[in-house]
T-cell receptor, first 114, second 113 residues
Framework: AQSVTQLGSHVSVSEGALVLLRCNYS??????LFWYVQYPNQGLQLLLK????ATLVKGINDFEAEFKKSETSFHLTKPSAHMSDAAEYFC????????????WGAGTKLIIKP | GAGVSQSPSNKVTEKGKDVELRCDPI?????LYWYRQSLGQGLEFLIY????????KSGLPSDRFSAERTGESVSTLTIQRTQQEDSAVYLC???????????FGPGTRLTVT
């Protein structure tokens, strides 16, 4: 069985500050991990993915995430927040045995303070 | 190229009526998924199609829910005798056979009154 925990339903940072959104996963098989972003009243957009190649993965809009197997974590970071980053962020896990169906975290709403 | 499209974007229906939601996947994507996003339950998997294989229906919440897909093209999700708890955003995603990531459509917001 797989599960995802996102710490913090809301995270607030100042414009220009570091963004850190936490994601921990549980998986009995090698996982594939994803971060998606959802802007208000829109669908889900893929930010980045980990698929067992490099452990540090870079995505769109200067986001990156590091897969740490020992900590079962896949935290999302961005060096400098922009007002346009305000959205909800979802971490998800999948694996081959379950047809790559996505198991989702509860989401973290990122608030950017001017 | 064109992304995943869904229709309608919004649907308001009366309790007890049937509704049909449509998804057009990215051309060439053999895998198609339906998810539901609701305030109380978050994002949940509903059903998975892969080519001509039998679908994985393990996420469907009740027998009022069904879905079809013709080959590797359009899929329809049907909810019979809608209930208020069916109110949610229904998201469709597609995936290429040799890729791991899914691409999502904009969703259909279903409101049952």
């Amino acid at each position: 069985a797989q599960s995802v925990t996102q710490l913090g339903s809301h995270v607030s940072v100042s414009e220009g500050a570091l963004v850190l959104l936490r994601c921990n996963y549980s998986s009995s098989v090698p996982p594939y991990l994803f971060w998606y972003v959802q802007y208000p009243n829109q669908g889900l957009q893929l930010l980045l993915k980990y698929t067992s190649a490099a452990t540090l993965v870079k995505g769109i809009n200067d986001f990156e995430a590091e897969f740490k197997k020992s900590e079962t974590s896949f935290h999302l970071t961005k060096p400098s927040a922009h007002m346009s980053d305000a959205a909800e962020y979802f971490c998800a896990v999948s694996n081959m045995d379950s047809n790559y169906q996505l198991i989702w975290g509860a989401g973290t709403k990122l608030i950017i303070k001017p | 190229g064109a992304g995943v499209s869904q229709s309608p974007s919004n649907k308001v229906t009366e309790k007890g009526k049937d509704v049909e939601l449509r998804c057009d996947p990215i051309s060439g994507h053999t895998a198609l998924y339906w998810y539901r996003q609701s305030l109380g339950q978050g994002l949940e998997f509903l059903i998975y199609f892969q080519g001509n294989s039998a679908p994985d229906k393990s996420g469907l919440p009740s027998d009022r829910f069904s879905a079809e897909r013709t080959g590797e093209s359009v899929s329809t999700l049907t909810i019979q005798r809608t209930q208020q708890e069916d109110s949610a955003v229904y998201l469709c995603a597609s995936r290429s056979l040799f890729a791991y990531e899914q691409y999502f459509g904009p969703g259909t917001r279903l409101t049952v009154t």
